[in-house]
């Protein structure tokens, strides 16, 4: 695997090996890494001929200071595990080389409705940061294929709305949530949870399950409220438990039965927060398959 510090130098690297005609697949990381990460590392070493990840941890996506500062880094341990999983390039970028003008004075981004809701409502210019650092790293590494988790479901919606506002080719895949074993999803803020709030954690994955499970057409309130009431009787304390249109994530408090919908949760145990979703399936059939 080769090591890339400084953005013109991986810049050069890449164009040469376009004009090789190879493609080349993204993996976009703040570290911490963990099979979920790695699972979208395999995606594109199946797809493309060179897999490039990078490592940053944003600090203008970052709402809290406090979050930002806590933040896992295990950069050793992240080194190796690229390196079993055979990525090819792995970007390692400075504050000062992903901002050069310093965080002042960024972009804006026009994101609609997406930026004020759910994540955004909870994490006040978060997409912002988002966009700001996808946007620099997009235009560093011009990939032909960009690999991002449905775990951070809105987070995908945004960056293709990015990608469109960028003219770019750049084709972006969503890829499943890998699961512990007991149904948590992996995420780098679950190395911070204590053994007795890691156990707990599941009720996050359960209270989707719950949902997906007791789905019927109409008022879907009730069903919020149940689960909220849940993951508060596990002790976490809730930002929010919402049903949305799976295309547009618009909030949905009545269901035709036909829209389809995705749950979103994001809820804090202790000082961690995590976030999760699940794409609900429509009838009991499809629930059943
Ligand atoms: P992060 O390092 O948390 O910014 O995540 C980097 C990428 O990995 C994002 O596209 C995430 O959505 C994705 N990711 C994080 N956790 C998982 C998971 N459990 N399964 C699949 N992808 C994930």
Redesign the pocket.
Same mark, same amino acid.
């Given at each position: 695997m080769i090591l890339f510090k400084q953005s013109n130098e991986l810049h050069n690297y890449l164009e040469n090996l376009r004009n090789s005609n190879q493609t080349t697949g993204f993996?976009? +990381?703040?570290?911490a890494l963990h099979e *979920?990460?790695l699972?979208?590392i395999r995606r594109s070493l199946e797809d493309t001929d060179k897999t490039i990840c990078s490592i940053f941890v944003n600090p203008t996506q970052f709402n809290d200071p406090k979050d930002f500062e806590k933040y896992p880094v295990t950069i050793d341990k992240d080194i190796r595990l690229l390196e079993s999983a055979g990525a090819d390039i792995l970007f390692l970028p400075s504050v000062e080389t992903v901002y050069p003008n310093g965080m002042k004075q960024l972009a804006h981004y026009e994101l609609g409705e997406t930026e004020f809701q759910l994540e955004g409502k909870y994490r006040p210019g978060h997409f912002q940061g988002v966009c700001q650092v996808m946007h620099r790293l997009l235009d560093v590494v011009k990939p032909d294929h960009l690999y991002? *988790?449905e775990?951070?479901y809105q987070?995908c919606m945004v960056v293709k709305k990015l990608l469109n506002f960028m003219g770019s080719t750049t084709r972006l895949h969503p890829?499943? +949530?890998?699961?512990e074993p007991d149904g948590l999803?992996?995420?780098?803020r679950n190395m911070r949870l204590t053994p007795e709030e890691r156990k707990k954690a599941v009720a996050i994955s359960q209270s989707l399950t719950y949902i997906n499970d007791h789905l019927i057409p109409g008022n879907l309130k009730e069903l919020k409220q149940y689960a909220k009431s849940f993951l508060e009787d596990n002790q976490f304390r809730v930002d929010y438990v919402e049903i949305a249109d799976a295309q547009n994530l618009s909030i949905v408090d009545n269901w035709n039965g036909n829209t389809s919908l995705v749950a979103l949760i994001a809820a804090f145990i202790g000082d961690v927060r995590l976030i999760d979703n699940k794409i609900l399936k429509k009838g009991k059939e499809e629930r059943d398959a």
């Open positions: 993996v976009p +990381t703040m570290g *979920g990460h699972s979208l991002m *988790g775990k951070d987070q890829c499943p +949530t890998l699961r999803a992996m995420s780098s």
